[in-house]
């Protein structure tokens, strides 16, 4: 029987010093059998000896963890490219020759004011790989075993985020299975949101839409003609969980839904440079 051909994942975050790192070892952990792993910066400045210290503590491998430069990999072709902080996405939008590419927002353990912060952010990155592993690998055969989880993140909340709107905001269909698609992609226009949920009126996610905004769960950009919408990099963290929990732990719910997505024919592009 012929093997699969392994598919290569590229993390990227800002100093390629803990976030990507943790990613990169722990994928390489669950799923080293189906996919070639690789971690860099856009201002790489060395390994944090704290993100060796987590990944021991749950006996993960770091022989071969190095902090590097994004430029170390141009002209590579990737089927996923994945920032993990917001500065890396902005830094680079549209990776060149990525197949898929994804923005995932985690905060930066190093400025993390919870108890293990390492640890935590380990967990966390664990429960999203998870599901993309579910929802993007090619068989079920992978390896899924868990770090421990070291118990819940707390953060204080900006003032003027309310509780009962944010609540309020996830008790409609659209607006909750849109939270969850932006949760998993990153960020969406309303043309692909219209897509995956099959749905024919655009004022009707664009009030939606705005709907989010108000509550200050989304925030927009413009880019062209087109306007992309993203989880608010300010939400708190105890909402951000809430969100990556839900979608984390119900992926059957938005299984159609991304399906349509990756089936879209010509997406917006998001960018068109990668400082």
Same mark, same amino acid.
């Given at each position: ?49 704290? !993100? ?194 839900? !979608? ?28």
């Amino acid at each position: 029987m012929t093997a699969l051909k392994k598919q290569k994942v590229l993390f990227l975050c800002t100093g390629n010093s803990a976030r990507s790192q943790l990613a990169e070892a722990l994928l390489r952990h669950k799923a080293a059998d189906k996919f070639d792993v690789f971690s860099a910066g856009t201002s790489p400045e060395g390994i944090d000896l704290r !993100t060796i210290e987590a990944l021991k503590r749950f006996g993960l491998q770091t022989e071969n963890l190095t902090s590097k430069n994004i430029t170390l990999f141009e002209g590579q072709v990737f089927d996923y490219v994945i920032t993990l902080c917001d500065k890396a996405n902005s830094e680079c939008r549209n990776y060149p020759h990525a197949g898929k590419q994804f923005s995932w927002d985690f905060p930066d353990p190093k400025t993390r004011t919870d108890n293990n912060p390492f640890s935590a952010t380990l967990n966390e990155l664990n429960t999203r790989l998870a599901m993309f592993l579910l929802v993007e690998a090619k068989s079920n055969s992978v390896d899924n075993t868990s770090p421990k989880s070291l118990g819940n993140d707390t953060a204080e909340s900006p003032s003027d985020f309310s509780p009962i709107t944010f609540y309020k905001s996830l008790t409609d269909d659209i607006r909750l299975k849109t939270l969850m698609l932006t949760h998993y992609h990153g960020e969406l226009c309303v043309c692909e949101l219209m897509a995956a949920l099959e749905e024919d009126s655009q004022p009707k996610v664009s009030r939606n839409l705005a709907v989010l905004k108000k509550s200050k769960v989304i925030t927009d950009r413009k880019h062209g003609q087109w306007v992309f919408y993203r989880i608010n990099p300010e939400l708190p963290l105890w909402a951000k969980t809430v969100i990556a929990q839900t !979608t984390e732990n119900n992926v059957l719910l938005i299984n159609q839904e991304l399906q349509r997505l990756s089936n879209m024919q010509n997406r917006p592009d998001k960018s068109s440079f990668c400082k």
